[in-house]
């Protein structure tokens, strides 16, 4: 066989597999090898050899064979698979404003290990974080090892701007620029990928991205396109296309934290004036409630007492509470109007505030949307997990196996 005809043979057993695992990975249901060549358009012939590739390189396990309703009761039982949990996993890390940490997720949805260490990481050493974070790693490595559970693939998560390069551009809050990600081991010994922590929190909202059972089941799917915005000390966020993040010509897409809504306003980190950031930035409302100064105003334990206090009508909550809704409502307009889309999921510290500040962020935004006749604008909370982005990450390594199976069979 020709060079070229082993690749294409290749890429076509790629696409054939990959077709299978995205198809059982959307199923709400396990699918039995008939249901699986009636879904994906693959003869029953093709689809029971993919079947046991799968099944030998534990990717996929049958479970009790069943009836098939559509058989008859004299019919032969349908053996449904599913993924096989504790066999192949992404691994996540993230960097962020209040600490660092990682996780693993298996395909079938399990968290298999989880560490966050609480901090608040302005003015800290880079090299210093990076060494805490791969002894962290280190450990758990060593426990997937032990328990013969693969990794497919890595990401790591940064409140900032991150080159396709791998190469931390600047983050302001954290007070790190320039930053060569490659030369820290715990980025090359699993060839993480570094991104935007925005982006990576977006791809923990679409449903089933790389695990079952992850994602925003309120109204979105895995085909949906929406505007994710991220609220910590910074403001960022992500567009969404048919449940891809648009990255942007240079990886820097969707920095809504820096559109600035008053050209005399305060002067921001970036060196912009009046940027979002600086009215719906958790430590700037937290200094406008009164609540801390300096520093101490970064802290995420502020959070709930900010929240308490716009629930009982404290001035000065309710009016930072209302100046950083106005600010983030026309941001919101101007990206809707830019972008085409007609969901927003907030993510962050945002989504304490519960169903009242989605609410009254979708009332300020609609009549500010050209086409507000003809969009019904739907503002949707994050899904309930803690540090989303750290989950995205994992997801988006653990994605290496759904697009690219071949690489990881034994065949």
């Not at 426990?143 to 701007?161: T, V, W």
């Not at 972008?339 to 169903?355: A, N, P, Q």
């Amino acid at each position: 066989m020709s060079r070229s005809a082993s690749i294409n043979q290749d890429d076509l057993r790629n696409h054939n597999l990959s077709v299978v695992l995205s198809t059982l990975l959307h199923s709400p249901t396990p699918l039995s090898r008939a249901q699986l060549a009636k879904e994906t358009g693959l003869t029953k012939a093709t689809l029971s050899l993919l079947a046991e590739i799968l099944l030998s390189n534990n990717v996929l396990e049958q479970l009790t064979p069943q009836q098939d309703g559509q058989a008859g009761r004299n019919g032969r039982p349908s053996t449904p698979l599913t993924f096989k949990p504790r066999a192949w996993a992404g691994l996540g890390m993230q960097i962020n404003t209040d600490g660092y940490g990682c996780v693993v997720v298996d395909v079938a949805g399990n968290t298999l290990a989880y560490q966050w260490v609480d901090q608040v990481m302005e003015h800290t050493d880079p090299d210093d974080i990076f060494a805490k974070l791969d002894e962290i790693v280190h450990r758990i490595e060593r426990m997937l090892e032990q328990q013969h559970i693969h990794i497919a693939g890595a990401a790591l998560a940064l409140p900032g701007l991150v080159s396709d390069g791998n190469k931390l551009i600047i983050a302001n809050n954290l007070g790190w620029t320039n930053l060569e990600l490659t030369k820290y081991d715990v980025v090359n010994r699993l060839h993480a990928i570094a991104d935007n922590e925005a982006n990576f929190a977006a791809i923990a909202q679409v449903p089933s991205y790389a695990y079952q059972g992850s994602g925003n089941r309120s109204s979105l799917t895995h085909q949906s396109s929406f505007l994710y915005i991220s609220t910590d000390v910074g403001v960022g966020g992500a567009v969404v296309r048919g449940g891809t993040v648009v990255p942007g010509d240079h990886g820097f897409a969707g920095e809504l934290g820096h559109v600035s809504v008053d050209m005399n306003g305060p002067r921001c980190r970036c060196g912009r004036r009046g940027c979002l950031e600086m009215y719906a930035g958790r430590r700037e409302l937290v200094k406008m409630a009164g609540l801390a100064e300096g520093d101490e105003a970064a802290k995420s334990e502020y959070v709930s007492a900010l929240y308490q206090l716009w629930r009982a009508g404290n001035t000065k909550a309710v009016l930072a509470i209302d100046q950083a809704l106005s600010a983030m409502a026309s941001v919101a307009a101007d990206a809707i109007n830019i972008f085409d889309v007609d969901t927003i999921v907030l993510g962050g510290f945002w989504s304490v505030f519960e169903e009242d500040l989605p609410l009254r962020l979708k009332l300020r935004i609609a009549p500010q949307i050209l086409a507000r006749y003809a969009m019904d604008i739907k503002v949707l909370s994050c899904c309930d997990i803690e540090h989303p982005a750290l989950y995205g990450a994992a997801a988006f390594g653990l994605r290496n196996l759904i697009d690219h199976p071949v690489s990881f069979m034994n065949m």
